[in-house]
């Protein structure tokens, strides 16, 4: 098994820019495919971003597109997404997620396809 702790949430000012990072250990990540999730008070879960296992592929929700970018580095055993031009609406607690078994160059969008998760970080973005 895997263990996923998420770091680098705050609060910040809408415009300026975040970097989470999720620290793996149990396994080196480069078995896993990768995503981040959010969720808002009083919303679903929503996925925000996926790369695959060789990180050649990558998805982003479209609310995103643009500003943020999601990274792996196996070496280091960690996954990364870079935010930027933040917005209030993009407040939320943000998860990191691993999924097993998968092909090298696939990544999944959708939560119940991951089997491993952090217990999140919050994100604050100020108007």
């Known amino acids: 098994q895997v263990q996923l702790v998420e770091s680098g949430g705050g609060l910040v000012q809408a415009g300026g820019s975040l970097r989470l990072a999720c620290a793996a250990s149990?396994?080196?990540?480069?078995?896993?495919?990768m995503g981040w999730f959010r969720q808002a008070p009083g919303k679903e879960r929503e996925f925000v971003a996926a790369?695959?296992?060789?990180?050649?592929?990558?998805d982003y929700a479209d609310s995103v597109k643009g500003r943020f970018t999601i990274s792996r580095d196996n070496a280091k055993n960690a996954l990364y997404l870079q935010m930027n031009s933040l917005k209030p609406e993009d407040t939320a607690v943000y998860y990191c997620?691993?999924?097993?078994?998968?092909?090298?160059?696939?990544?999944?969008?959708?939560?119940?396809?991951?089997?491993?998760w952090g217990r999140g970080t919050q994100v604050t973005v100020s108007a």
């Open positions: 149990g396994r080196t990540i480069s078995v896993y495919a």
């Open positions: 790369i695959s296992r060789s990180a050649t592929t990558s």
């Open positions: 997620a691993a999924k097993a078994g998968v092909n090298n160059n696939v990544y999944y969008i959708r939560a119940y396809e991951y089997g491993y």
